[in-house]
C-alpha cells in the first residue's frame, strides 16, 4: 500500500479518537468528559472534523446526536485502525528462545568464529533448538557500516569507537600469544625465550597479504627482527603448518586454546610486551528493544566466560 503524505496535510490524527469516542457515546459532554478535554475543545475538533470529511457527521436530533452514513462508514474504517494502533502502543514485542524459528545474522572474523560457535550452538540447541544462525566475515573497520546497511544484527571482534547510534558490550580481554609443536620447536624451559622465538621461522595471519604485521612492528621497536615464511589471509591454515613443520604461529590467545586442545600444540606467552585487547558486541541502537536481540547479546557474554581472562583490554589493533 503507497501512502500519499499530502492526504493528511489537512487531518490532525487526533482527531480520529475523539470522532471515535463521539460515535460511542453520540453526546459531546459525555465524550469531553472521557477524553479530559473541555466541552468547547470538542465542539471544536467536531467541527474540524466536520470540514475534514466534508460531512456534517452527526445530526442533532430529539434522541441525541445521530451518526450520518458517512460518519457510520468511517467508523468501520476507523475503530479497526485505532485498536490495531492501541495494540502497538502498549504491547511489548516478546521473544521465546525455546519456540523462537528466527535467523540471526552475526558478522566475525573466522577466529572468533572457531573460538565462540561450537560452545555457542551447544547452547543453542539446548534452549532454543529452532533458532539458526548466519555468520559473515567482518572486521572491525567495517562493523559499523554492515551494521547501518542492516547486513547483520551483531557484529563481534576488535570494534572501533562506535557512532552515537550504535551500542557496545564487552565480552573478554585478551593478548597475542604464540604456538608450536613441541616435537619441531624445542625450547628449554616452558616460555619461549626472545632467542628460541627469533630462530625459528613463522607463519602470520595478514589481511593485506604481506609479509608483515603488528608483531613485526613490535619487534621493530626493539631492533629485532622475525623471519616470515608464510602468509595467509586466513587463520585455518596456520595451525596445520605448524603441527608439521618447525614453525611458530602468533595469534589471539582466543583461538590458540582451541588449537592447542585440538592439535596437542604448546601455547606461549610472549618473549616481549604488547598491548592487550577486547572484543566486543555491538549493535544498532535502533534495536535496543529488540527482546531477541538481548537474549542473543546474552548468550555471547556466557559463552565469552567461557574464555579464560587475558591482559587488560588496550587500543584497537592488528593481527600478528
Known amino acids: ?12 490524527l487526533n482527531l480520529l479518537l475523539v470522532f471515535h469516542v463521539l460515535m460511542q457515546e453520540r453526546h459531546v459532554t459525555r465524550a469531553s468528559a472521557r477524553l479530559f478535554l473541555g466541552q468547547p475543545a470538542v465542539s471544536a475538533a467536531l467541527k474540524r472534523l466536520r470540514a475534514a470529511f466534508g460531512d ?11 451518526p450520518t ?16 494502533l492501541q495494540a502497538a502502543l502498549t504491547q511489548r514485542p516478546s521473544f521465546d528462545p525455546a519456540t523462537s524459528e528466527r535467523v540471526f545474522r552475526v558478522g566475525l572474523s573466522d577466529s572468533l568464529e572457531v573460538a565462540l560457535m561450537p560452545a555457542l550452538l551447544q547452547r543453542l540447541q539446548r534452549s532454543a533448538p529452532q533458532v539458526r544462525l548466519v555468520t559473515r566475515s567482518t572486521d572491525g573497520p567495517s562493523a559499523a557500516g554492515r551494521l547501518d546497511a542492516g547486513e547483520m544484527e551483531v557484529a563481534v571482534g576488535v570494534l572501533p569507537a562506535p557512532p552515537p547510534w550504535q551500542r557496545q558490550r564487552a565480552l573478554f580481554d585478551w593478548r597475542f600469544v604464540c604456538l608450536y609443536d613441541p616435537r619441531h620447536v624445542r625450547t628449554r624451559g616452558q616460555r619461549i625465550s626472545m632467542a628460541e622465538y627469533l630462530r625459528h621461522p613463522h607463519v602470520i595471519t595478514s589481511f593485506e597479504g604481506g609479509l608483515r604485521g603488528y608483531i613485526d612492528e613490535q619487534l621493530e621497536q626493539q631492533g629485532r627482527t622475525r623471519r616470515v615464511v608464510f602468509s595467509s589471509p586466513h587463520f585455518a591454515t596456520s595451525p596445520l603448518l ?5 614453525l611458530i604461529t602468533t595469534v589471539p590467545e582466543f583461538i590458540a586454546q582451541v588449537w592447542r586442545s585440538a592439535l596437542r600444540l604448546t601455547m606461549s606467552p610472549l618473549p616481549f610486551e ?34 579464560r581472562p587475558a591482559a587488560p583490554a588496550g587500543p584497537a ?3 600478528g
Open 69 to 84: 452514513p458517512r460518519a457510520q462508514a468511517l467508523a468501520a474504517a476507523i475503530t479497526p485502525m485505532l485498536a490495531t
Open 56 to 66: 456534517e457527521l452527526f445530526v442533532r436530533t430529539a434522541q441525541g446526536m445521530v
Open 317 to 319: 589493533g592488528l593481527r
Open 242 to 246: 605448524v603441527k608439521q613443520m618447525p
Open 1 to 12: 500500500m503507497i501512502i500519499n503524505e499530502r492526504d493528511f496535510r489537512g487531518v490532525d
Open 274 to 307: 604488547v598491548p592487550g585487547y577486547r572484543v566486543l558486541a555491538g549493535w544498532a541502537a535502533v534495536n535496543d528493544a529488540d527482546p531477541g536481540l538481548q537474549w542473543l547479546l546474552g548468550e555471547f557474554e556466557a559463552v565469552a566466560r567461557l574464555t
